[in-house]
Each structure stands twice: as C-alpha cells, then as structure tokens.
C-alpha cells in the first residue's frame, strides 16, 4: 500500500474515532440513565441507530489506526527496522482485534434491534460466553491498542525519532480518557481527538527519520 494511504491514516484515526464516540453518545446518555440487568439492551433499543452508525465509524477508524500503526513504522523502519516492528506491532494486533469486536458489536446490535428483549440478552449472552471470544476481542484487543498507544507515545518523548509534542498529546489523550471517562458527556470523545492531534503531528513529518542506526 502506498505511503500516502498511511499518511492520511494518521492524519484522520483519531477525528475517526472521537466522531464515532460523538455519534454513539445518544446511546450512551440512555445507558446512564438505566439501571439493573436488562439496561443495557434498553439502551440499545432506545437508540439502536446510535450504536450502529457509531460502531459502523468505529470499525473504520480501528482500520486507519491499523494503517496508521503501519506508517509509524514506515516512518522509523529505514534507519531501525527492529525498533520499527517492535514499536508498531501492538498497536497493528490491537487495532485488527478491535475491528473484530466491533463487526461483532455491530452483528450483534442488528441482531438484537430486531428481537424482542428475552431473545435479544440470550444472543448476546450467547456471543460473550462464546470460547475465548470475549478474551481476545474484548479484553486482549483494547490492552494491545493501549499498550501501542504507550509505546509510540514513548519512543518519542524519550527518544525524540517521532515528534516530542506527537507523544505528549497522545499520553494527554488517555490520561484524559482514564480519568474523566463517564465524569461529563464527550469526555471520552474529547479524549480521542487529543489522542487524534498526536498523530496528526506524526503524519505531518516531512520524512522518515534519518537518526544513527541502533
């Protein structure tokens, strides 16, 4: 794939991802307002257009952190091609199991929009209890892309191979998302655009980087 498609990978993964939380909130501001067993299906029903147009952009922007994981890389790889896969692994697994949980997410919300409510928690029972299913999309998938996330964030605050503000901005963007996720509408979303700024930074590098080798 061309380097240009990388390029704006970078440039567009994080304004992906903070408009696809921004679609979904009306979903979410239902769930905050439920409680016991069955809100979370509640929710779903009430705005099942939310969760679907939002996992819908969801799925594309795991895919252009998926590229944009593969043009860091690009990016580092002439001059340390170890450090380069080192570094973009994680954040390539993690974004290619995110896509595969939200297909999943998505499969399920068409699944349970349509069905009356028993039906609806037996299917998704039925996809969470599935072997291992949860275990790598659910838990392995988000650990993967935090862990990228910290390594690229990382290499260039100590290294300085990548932009020093890129990774400032990523780190700024999770602290934010750990700490204040749930605190205030958007904040996640707020979050994911800071995270977004960062690798905007990082696809706006003029060249690969031309440091001594390792």
Do not use: K
Not at 48 to 65: C, K, Q, T
Not at 145 to 150: E, H, I, S, V, Y
Request: one cysteine or more.
């Amino acid at each position: 794939m061309p380097v240009s498609a990388h390029r704006l990978a970078l440039l567009t993964a994080g304004p992906c991802f903070a408009v696809a939380l921004i679609v979904m909130q009306p979903q979410m501001t239902a769930l905050a307002g439920l409680s016991g067993p069955g809100s979370f299906l509640a929710s779903l029903a009430a705005e099942p257009e939310a969760w679907l147009n939002g996992h819908l952009i969801l799925l594309v922007a795991a895919l252009l952190y998926l590229l944009a994981a593969q043009g860091i890389g690009r990016l580092i790889e002439p001059t340390r091609p170890v450090t380069a896969a080192l570094i973009s692994l994680p954040l390539v697994l993690g974004a290619a199991l995110l896509c595969g949980n939200f297909a999943l997410d998505l499969v399920y919300g068409a699944l349970a929009s349509g069905l009356p409510a028993d039906a609806a928690q037996t299917a998704r029972a039925a996809m969470l209890g599935a072997d291992g299913l949860q275990l790598i999309f659910a838990t392995a998938g988000p650990g993967l892309f935090l862990l990228g996330m910290a390594l690229i964030a990382g290499l260039a605050l100590i290294t300085g191979w990548l932009p020093r503000l890129a990774g400032l901005a990523i780190l700024a963007g999770w602290a934010f998302i750990l700490g204040l996720n749930g605190a205030f509408p958007y904040a996640e979303a707020i979050g994911h655009a800071i995270v977004g700024l960062g690798f905007i930074r990082i696809g706006l590098m003029p060249a690969p980087v031309q440091s001594a080798r390792q």
